[in-house]
C-alpha cells in the first residue's frame, strides 16, 4: 500500500496542460519519420572532402594472417589511405568489459570469418568497397570452434562459470514424487534495425574529433575512441540525436566503426563515414545470445516444482563483450514468475570463433524465461493438466514463497490478479477446451493455445550504470532547452522525458525543444538500455527542472512579499497568493531581470539496488515489470507452416507517462519476439560463416505475420510500489517476453498430434521446418508407444492363455 505522502504522484492528466504526463502524446519525430524529414546520420549533408569507409573481411573463421597484400588496394581509383592494425594512434582495443579481447583491427590473428582486418577509406563509397576487395592475403589455419557443444567439450570460454544456489536441489531432487529432465536449444537473433552501423566523424582542431554515431551508448564510445587515439575523453564529443532502431545492437558494437571513422578523420585531416552495408552489418557484427539448456526438475502431484538443476550454455562468440551481464541476466530470470525454492542454477560463457554476440532486447533475460516456460509445460504434460495451472500453482506467493534464487523478495507481485483478468478478458478455458475438441477431429490442421506471464527485473545488473544526468535551460521567453544522457532509438523516451519536464513546469509541450544527446552537454552516462531510459533520465530531468522551479518559487516569493506556499504553478501560468497572476514566461523574465539562473543539471542514482555477485545474492533490481499474454495459433502437421490466429495481452506498466507510446512499445516487442521464437533463423556453415545475411535469407516477422485479432489493453489498475518517475514502469523489454505464449501455444498444437500425452521437442525458433521435425518425431513417438501397448497387451494375453492352457492366438481369438 502506498502511504499517503506517496500518493502526489499517483497524477492524472492535468486539465489545460498539453502534453503532461499521462497525455497519450505522439512521438517527437513522428511527423518527421512518415514524411522522411527525420535527419538520420547518413542524412547530415557532408562537408566538403568527406572520405568514405569499408571494411576488408577475413575469409576464415580462425588462423593466422601470414601475408597481407595490401597492393592493388592501395593504388585503387579513388583510394586515400588503406588502415591495418599498425596504423592505430592509441590501444587497439574497443572491448566494452575491459577484457581487452576486441580489437579495432587484429594483428596477426583471425577470429571469425567475416571479422575485418584491414579498411579502405575512398572518395566514394564505391570506390571503397570495391578497393576493399583486392587484397592479396594468405593464412595459416587454426582448429576453430563453431559450436556450444564443441566449446564445452574443449571448456573454452570467455570468462568464468557462474553458480546461483538457493536451498539443496539435489536432496530436493531425489525426493520429488517425480522427475523430468530435457534439453532445449534456443536460437539467436539478429537486431535488423532499420539503420545499419553508422558513424561520421569529423575532425576539430587540435586533434580533436566530433562523431555522429548510431549508438546507444554515446558516453562508452567517447571514452573508447579516446583511448584508440591515444588522448583525454575531452578531445572526443559524440552525438546522437537519433537512430533508426538500437534494440540492444548499438550498445558496445558502435564502438569499432567509430573508431575506424575517427582514425582515418585525424589522419587525412578530412570527414570520414563508416556505413556499413546490410550484408557487412550482419555477418560483422554480434547477435542475440544462443544458448543450450539442460534440467532436471522435480515436481509434486499438483505440478509445484519441489527442486531444479539448471545448466546454461551461451555462445558468446570470439570475446567477452557484455556475455557476463548477459549470461547473469538468464539466471536471474530462470524463475521468471515461479518459486523455486531448492534450485541450483550454472552458467557457462562459451568461447566460440563467430561474431562475438552482444545485448538484445530483454538481455538474456529471454532466454531464462522461454526455457522455465517449456519446463512449465512439460511438467504439465507429464501429469496430464492444464498448463496454466501448473503456472498458477508456482507462483510466488506470500512470506515463505517470494524469495528468488539471487535471494531478493518479490514484493510487488501482481500476477495473480493479471492472471485473474486476462483469464476473463481472453475467454481462456473455453477456448482451450473448443481448441482440444477441434484437435481430436481434425487430422491434418492443429491448433494451439497458450497463456504465460512475464515477471522481468528493471534495472542494470551491474549497479554503477543505474546513474543519468540531464541538463535544463530556461530561456527569457519561457522556452526551455532540454537535454538528457538518454539516447532516442525511436522507442520513444525523448518525448516521456520532455513530458515530465512540461509537467513540472506547467507548460505546454511545444514550449520544450528536445536536443540531441552529446557528451560535451552531460558526461558519464550510462547506456540506453536495461528499460531504464525513462525511469533514471525522467528522474535526473525532473530533478533538473525542479531545481530551476525552486529558485523560481523563492525569487517570486521575494519579489511579491509572500511565502513559498502562495505560490502555485498552473498550466501555462503562475499564481502568486493574491498578489499576482502571470505567464510562465513573464515570471523566468522577471527572474532573469533579478539574476536567478535558468539553467541547472538534473542527476538521479537508483536507490535500494545492491548485489554481492560473489555470493549471488543481493537486490539487484529496483522493481519487476509485469504482463501477461494469450496466443492462439494454428499449424498444418504435413508442410509445418503457422500462423498466430489471436493475441490478448494485459500489461502493467504502472501510470503511464504517454499511453501511446507504452502501446506502441509493447506492440512491436511482442512483435519482435514472436520473431526471435518462430522464424528468425541464425545459421552457419561449416567453415563459419554466416549464411543468413540478408533479408532473403533472414525472416523477421512482416506486416501479414501480425496476428489478425490482437487485443492489447495496458492494465487499468497498473502501479508502482516504489518511487519511480510518476509511478510508471519500465516498458522497453518486458513485452518481448509476453511473445512465449506462441512459442508455447505452438508446442500445444504440436503435442496435440500425440493426444497431448508426449512432450513436443520443439526448440527455438519454430519454424516451419523445425515444427514439422517435431510433429514428425512425435507421430514416430506416439507409433512407437502404441505399438508398446499392443505388444504388452498381446504379452499379458499370452500369460493368460498359457496360464488357462489355451494357446495365444485363440485366446487372441
Not at 490482437?710 to 523489454?733: D, Q, T
Request: net charge negative; proline share 5%; hydrophobic share 40%.
Amino acid at each position: 500500500m502506498l502511504d499517503k505522502a506517496e500518493t502526489t504522484d499517483l497524477i492524472a492528466p492535468t486539465p489545460g496542460l498539453t502534453g503532461g504526463v499521462r497525455s497519450a502524446s505522439k512521438h517527437d519525430s513522428g511527423p518527421k519519420h512518415v514524411t522522411g524529414e527525420a535527419v538520420y546520420i547518413d542524412d547530415i549533408v557532408e562537408p566538403y572532402g568527406t572520405l568514405h569507409l569499408a571494411p576488408g573481411a577475413a575469409t576464415i573463421a580462425h588462423g593466422k594472417i601470414i601475408k597481407m597484400d595490401l597492393s592493388k588496394v592501395r593504388s585503387a581509383p579513388g583510394v586515400v589511405c588503406v588502415l591495418t592494425a599498425d596504423d592505430i594512434p592509441g590501444t587497439n582495443d574497443v572491448s566494452p568489459a575491459h577484457t581487452h579481447d576486441e580489437p579495432v583491427l587484429p594483428d596477426g590473428i583471425v577470429q571469425f570469418y567475416g571479422q575485418p582486418i584491414f579498411c579502405v577509406a575512398a572518395e566514394t563509397r564505391e570506390q571503397a568497397r570495391a578497393a576493399a576487395k583486392l587484397a592479396d592475403i594468405e593464412y595459416e589455419e587454426l582448429p576453430a570452434i563453431l559450436s556450444i557443444d564443441d566449446a564445452m567439450a574443449q571448456k573454452s570460454y570467455v570468462a568464468e562459470p557462474h553458480v546461483m544456489k538457493r536451498g539443496d536441489s539435489a536432496s530436493a531432487l531425489a525426493s520429488a514424487p517425480h522427475r523430468h529432465a530435457s534439453r532445449m536449444v534456443i536460437g539467436g537473433q539478429d537486431h535488423f534495425y532499420l539503420e545499419g552501423h553508422v558513424s561520421f566523424a569529423i575532425p576539430q582542431e587540435d586533434g580533436d574529433v566530433f562523431i555522429h554515431c548510431s549508438t546507444q551508448h554515446p558516453s562508452e564510445v567517447q571514452h573508447n575512441i579516446a583511448n584508440v587515439l591515444g588522448r583525454p575523453a575531452n578531445a572526443v564529443t559524440v552525438e546522437v540525436r537519433r537512430m533508426g532502431g538500437g534494440f540492444g545492437g548499438k550498445e558496445t558494437q558502435s564502438m569499432q566503426w567509430a573508431a575506424l571513422a575517427s582514425i582515418v578523420a585525424i589522419k587525412t585531416g578530412r570527414p570520414a563515414k563508416m556505413r556499413l552495408d546490410r550484408d557487412d552489418d550482419m555477418i560483422m557484427t554480434g547477435k542475440r545470445h544462443d544458448f543450450i539448456v539442460d534440467y532436471d526438475v522435480g515436481f509434486d502431484d499438483s505440478g509445484r516444482i519441489c527442486g531444479a538443476d539448471i545448466q546454461y550454455a551461451a555462445n558468446c562468440g570470439f570475446s567477452a563483450d557484455l556475455s557476463s551481464a548477459i549470461a547473469d541476466r538468464a539466471m536471474f530470470h530462470t524463475d521468471n514468475a515461479y518459486y523455486l525454492g531448492d534450485v541450483e542454477i550454472r552458467s557457462y560463457r562459451c568461447k566460440t570463433n563467430l561474431v562475438s554476440n552482444t545485448a538484445f532486447r530483454g538481455f538474456g533475460g529471454p532466454q531464462g524465461m522461454v526455457a522455465i516456460e517449456r519446463i512449465i509445460d512439460e511438467i504439465a504434460i507429464t501429469l496430464g493438466l492444464d498448463p496454466l495451472d501448473v503456472r498458477t500453482a508456482n507462483y510466488y506467493g506470500d512470506d515463505g514463497r517470494n524469495m528468488t534464487p539471487y535471494h531478493m523478495p518479490v514484493e510487488d507481485n501482481v500476477l495473480p490478479e493479471l492472471t485473474r483478468d486476462l483469464l476473463a478478458s481472453s475467454n481462456y478455458r473455453q477456448r482451450r477446451a473448443e481448441i482440444d475438441a477441434f484437435n481430436a477431429q481434425s487430422p491434418v490442421i492443429k491448433r494451439g493455445i497458450a497463456m504465460t506471464p512475464v515477471k522481468f527485473g528493471i534495472s542494470f545488473t551491474t549497479t554503477f550504470l543505474n546513474q543519468a544526468g540531464a541538463l535544463v535551460h530556461v530561456y527569457q521567453d519561457g522556452s526551455v532547452h532540454l537535454n538528457h544522457g538518454g539516447t532516442e532509438m525511436g522507442q520513444g523516451l525523448f518525448i516521456k522525458v520532455a513530458q515530465v519536464v512540461a509537467e513540472e513546469f506547467q507548460i505546454d509541450l511545444e514550449h520544450i525543444k528536445i536536443t540531441a544527446t552529446n557528451t560535451g552537454k552531460v558526461p558519464n552516462t550510462s547506456a540506453t538500455a536495461a528499460s531504464s531510459g525513462a525511469d533514471m533520465n525522467g528522474m535526473a530531468a525532473r530533478n533538473a527542472a525542479r531545481t530551476i522551479k525552486d529558485r523560481l518559487i523563492a525569487f517570486a516569493a521575494t519579489h511579491y512579499k509572500v511565502g513559498a506556499a502562495e505560490i502555485h504553478f498552473v498550466p501555462g501560468r503562475v499564481i502568486v497568493g493574491d498578489v499576482a497572476d502571470i505567464s510562465f514566461a513573464e515570471l523566468v523574465k522577471l527572474a532573469y531581470f533579478g539574476r536567478i539562473s535558468l539553467s541547472a543539471t538534473g542527476y538521479y542514482a537508483t536507490p535500494k539496488i545492491h548485489y554481492d555477485r560473489e555470493t549471488a545474492s543481493g537486490r539487484p533490481f529496483f522493481y519487476f515489470a509485469y504482463g501477461m499474454a494469450c496466443s492462439e495459433v494454428m499449424i498444418d502437421t504435413l508442410t509445418g507452416e503457422n500462423k498466430v490466429t489471436r493475441v490478448d495481452i494485459l500489461h502493467d506498466v504502472g501510470q503511464s507517462l504517454n499511453p501511446a507510446i507504452d502501446r506502441g512499445q509493447i506492440e512491436g516487442g511482442f512483435i519482435q519476439g514472436m520473431g526471435w521464437l518462430t522464424s528468425e533463423e541464425l545459421w552457419w556453415d561449416d567453415a563459419g560463416r554466416i549464411r543468413t545475411h540478408a533479408p532473403s535469407t533472414y525472416k523477421i516477422p512482416a506486416c501479414s505475420d501480425r496476428p489478425e485479432d490482437f487485443r492489447m489493453e495496458l492494465w487499468s489498475s497498473g502501479r508502482n510500489v516504489e518511487k519511480s518517475i510518476h509511478r510508471s514502469k519500465a516498458v522497453g523489454e518486458p513485452p518481448l517476453m509476453l511473445a512465449i505464449s506462441v512459442h508455447r501455444a505452438l508446442a500445444h498444437a504440436v503435442a496435440s498430434v500425440a493426444q497431448g500425452k508426449v512432450v513436443p521437442a520443439l526448440n527455438t525458433p519454430a519454424t516451419p521446418e523445425a515444427i514439422l521435425r517435431a510433429v514428425l518425431r512425435l507421430a514416430d513417438d506416439t507409433v512407437h508407444i502404441a505399438r508398446s501397448d499392443s505388444n504388452d497387451r498381446q504379452e499379458k494375453g499370452a500369460r493368460s492363455a498359457a496360464m488357462a492352457g489355451v494357446s495365444a492366438p485363440q485366446a487372441g481369438a
